[in-house]
């Protein structure tokens, strides 16, 4: 880590790795007609219902939109991740604001790209949210890089 400004942080890898696999995986589930993507979330409600059985309580679509919403919120909680680790590799930019920034523009061209998916539609809303997922994302990982830094300094 000689160009991180913070020693000790997990390899160039996870990063990479936590910023490449949500980008990708979102391309692919945005390249989904609105069926098939309906069908995937379908099957996971199914099966956290047979798994948690009080859920069963609750409609099934609310459910629905309660994991799609989960799943956007959780792909760009890890790209949050990843792009923040990889901005301790650059000294150029603000790192928490670039984050975001980079978490919005992705989001963004995500809804854009959806827009070609066959019954689906983009929301300004699921933009939002992924913004906040990036933002979190972030969040933890700042805390975690802050609290590395206070134990490296106080341990030395």
């Known amino acids: 880590m000689k160009n991180s400004p913070i020693r000790n942080v997990p390899p160039l890898g996870l990063w990479v790795t936590l910023t490449a696999l949500p980008l990708l995986l979102t391309f692919g589930f945005s390249s989904q007609d609105a069926e098939t993507s309906g069908a995937l ?43 923040r680790g990889l901005s301790t590799y650059q000294r150029r930019f603000p790192a928490v604001p670039g984050v975001i920034v980079s978490g919005a523009f992705f989001a963004s061209l995500d809804e854009f790209h959806q827009h070609f998916s066959a019954g689906r539609a983009p929301s300004v809303f699921d933009v939002a949210l992924d913004t906040c997922g990036v933002a979190v994302g972030c969040a933890l990982i700042s805390l975690l890089f802050l609290l590395l830094t206070r134990t490296r300094s106080t341990s030395a």
């Open 41 to 83: 979330s379908l099957i996971i409600v199914n099966w956290l219902v047979s798994v948690f059985r009080s859920l069963s309580a609750l409609d099934a679509d609310f459910l629905h939109v309660v994991i799609r919403k989960l799943a956007h919120f959780t792909l760009y909680f890890i790209l949050g991740c990843g792009l």
